[in-house]
């Protein structure tokens, strides 16, 4: 410890040379290999899927402290999807959306930084509706917590707040009928053009973790015996379907990459070879890079690794199955994502919890500070304040869920003006508000 400790005062910028190296992915360059992981944080603090100044001040911070790239909250992109939230989300399915959303990339921009949207189709089994109506799923199966698979302080939480029992097994849901899986697709795939015009550099498809594009991948979740269900040719299906349609919808200049779960880590479940193929076959399909996670709510050990750099391994697999970068979350020590970066066993990391702790890690590393960067304890307190529908607190960091009252997380003045060409999707006026 003292030896780390040491090690640390004498770090220099050029021991991070891989980690402050640009990246350039389909033209857009990303100034370094270090990401904001997308994180909802309830400050959206209704579900009517708005942007507000607290959101654009959390983002503005992780941008002016040295991210190279940010990757937005997973935002709702269908109506149905909406009415199945995490307690709060984004939404992203109709104009009334794109001024805070615009704003928001506009300001990420500001800053210097790339900003990718993560566009959801819906979180399934794993969506809660607040008045009791059943989610849509690719089987009628409910989620089922396993306590030996939670995270660190999930105990202590269930007995501080009993309302996390309720949201922890899940409701009810009922099966989607082929029809509506295509007609959702649709809407999503349309959803997208929305994110192309708010002047996002790319969008990140959320499939990990267990929502409703894992469910379908997942034999657990799925217990079809159409076209969708049983092989592994036949869960992914409805993953392969989104891409496409994504794809279709915005374009093949433009940036779309895929957030999915390396592993479901459960008997039965999605298993880390069927993972690669997935990967394989996205970025046969041209996927612009994978960003990697782990489980789902029902492995959620996975999804919150208590040790530093757990997925690392995994990530290096999938470097060596696909020619698209890896993003890969949860290294929090700058020392080993320098060397995880130099070894190819990823080509960014994603940072989630550190960046509550400090948003400013990617200067601090940047100045050869990394000293002073102010460690997250991995006690998942901001984790489980969401679970029990509270915005992020970090216990180690005061002022996240504040920015908006901290002047230098507000937009600078611009001595030119920001924008100067509008991108738009490809044939912008059949972007359709009739769903
Ligand atoms: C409060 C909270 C909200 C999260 N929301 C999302 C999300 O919207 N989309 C997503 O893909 N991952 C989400 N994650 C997972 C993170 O992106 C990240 O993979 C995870 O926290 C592990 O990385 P870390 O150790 O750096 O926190 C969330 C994590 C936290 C703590
Ligand atoms: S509350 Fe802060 S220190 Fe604890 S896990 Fe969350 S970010 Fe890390």
Redesign the pocket.
């Known amino acids: 410890m003292a030896e780390k400790k040491a090690a640390e005062k004498t770090a220099k910028k050029s021991d991070f040379k891989h980690l402050l190296s640009p990246i350039e992915i389909k033209g857009v360059e990303i100034k370094n290999r270090i990401a904001l992981?997308?994180?909802?944080?309830l400050f959206s603090m209704d579900n009517r899927g708005y942007v507000n100044e607290q959101i654009l001040a959390y983002y503005a911070a992780r941008a002016k402290g040295g991210c190279g790239l940010i990757i937005t909250?997973?935002v709702l992109g269908t109506r149905l999807a909406s009415r199945f939230p995490y307690t709060t989300n984004l939404h992203c399915y109709n104009t009334s959306h794109l001024p805070g959303l615009y704003e928001l990339a506009e300001t990420v921009h500001s800053f210097g930084s790339a900003c990718f949207i993560?566009m959801s189709i819906g979180f399934g089994r794993q969506g809660h509706s607040h008045v009791g109506e059943h989610p849509p799923a690719p089987s009628v199966v409910p989620m089922m917590i396993k306590p030996e698979l939670m995270p660190r302080g999930f105990g202590k939480a269930l007995e501080a707040h009993p309302q996390l029992i309720e949201r922890a097994t899940g409701e009810m849901p009922y099966e989607m009928t082929v029809a509506e899986i295509r007609s959702e697709q649709d809407e999503f795939a349309n959803s997208c053009r929305f994110a192309v015009a708010a002047q996002f550099d790319g969008i990140e498809l959320?499939a990990?973790?267990g929502y409703l594009e894992h469910q379908f991948l997942s034999p657990i979740s799925n217990r079809r015996t159409d076209l969708y269900g049983g092989s592994l040719e036949n869960r992914m299906r409805f993953m392969l379907e989104v891409y496409l349609k994504v794809r279709e919808s915005v374009g093949h200049d433009y940036i779309l990459g895929v957030?999915m779960s390396a592993d479901e880590h459960l008997p039965g479940g999605i298993t880390h070879e069927e993972a690669l193929e997935v990967a394989r076959t996205l970025a046969a399909l041209g996927a612009d890079y994978i960003h990697l996670?782990d489980g789902s709510y029902e492995a959620l050990s996975y999804?919150?690794?208590d040790e530093d750099g757990a997925m690392l391994e995994e990530a290096s697999h999938f470097k060596a199955a696909v020619n698209v970068p890896v993003f890969c979350?949860?290294v929090?020590d700058p020392t080993l994502a320098e060397k995880a970066i130099a070894a190819g066993k990823c080509d960014i990391v994603?940072?989630?919890?550190?960046?509550?702790a400090d948003p400013e890690w990617g200067n601090k590393v940047a100045e050869g500070r990394v000293e002073d960067i102010n460690r997250?304890l991995?006690c998942n307190e901001?984790?489980m304040r969401?679970a029990a529908g509270l915005p992020?607190r970090c216990i180690r960091n005061p002022n996240t869920g504040r920015e908006r009252y901290m002047p230098e997380c507000w937009r600078r003045p611009q001595k030119l003006p920001p924008v100067t060409k509008m991108r738009v999707p490809p044939r912008l006026p059949e972007i359709r508000e009739d769903f």
């Open positions: 992981a997308p994180m909802n944080t909250e997973c993560q959320h990990p973790h957030r996670s999804f919150f690794p979350p949860s929090h994603s940072l989630g919890r550190q960046m509550f997250c991995r901001c984790l969401t992020v």
